[in-house]
Nanobody
Framework: QLSESGGGLVQPGGSLTLSCVGSGNTLRSYEMAWFRQAPGKEREFVGAIRRSGGSIYYGSSVKGRFTISRDNAKNTMYLQMNSLRPEDTATYSC??????????????????WGQGTQVTVSS
């Protein structure tokens, strides 16, 4: 099971850090990713990180502003979000799975999901 935390209300230009903690199976065995979904829109790939942390991928809309990291000893993945924009408002969910390199951006390749945490960017 995965559990996200750290969401909330932030002003445009502000920062938030989301956490995703795993229980049960250790997350160090899995590739992990963040996805987000805004009301009325399809789920969007935010970023993903290989199990070793050696390779990280970002969606084009967040690249340069968001940073993904993981601490396998703490069974935790993080999403540092800077320079937040109103269009970043969404429910952010973490996911884990055994995913080949070419499939890291595809939500269908992940089979463990958190319940999501709401991020609202508004003045």
């Amino acid at each position: 099971q995965l559990s996200e935390s750290g969401g909330g209300l932030v002003q445009p230009g502000g920062s938030l850090t989301l956490s995703c903690v795993g229980s049960g199976n250790t997350l160090r065995s899995y590739e992990m990713a963040w996805f987000r979904q805004a009301p009325g829109k399809e789920r969007e790939f935010v970023g993903a990180i290989r199990r070793s942390g050696g390779s990280i991928y970002y969606g084009s809309s967040v690249k340069g502003r968001f940073t993904i990291s993981r601490d396998n000893a703490k069974n935790t993945m993080y999403l540092q979000m800077n320079s937040l924009r109103p269009e970043d408002t969404a429910t952010y969910s973490c996911a884990a799975g055994l995913v080949v390199l070419s499939g890291m951006r595809d939500e269908s390749n992940y089979y463990y999901w958190g319940q999501g945490t709401q991020v609202t960017v508004s003045s």
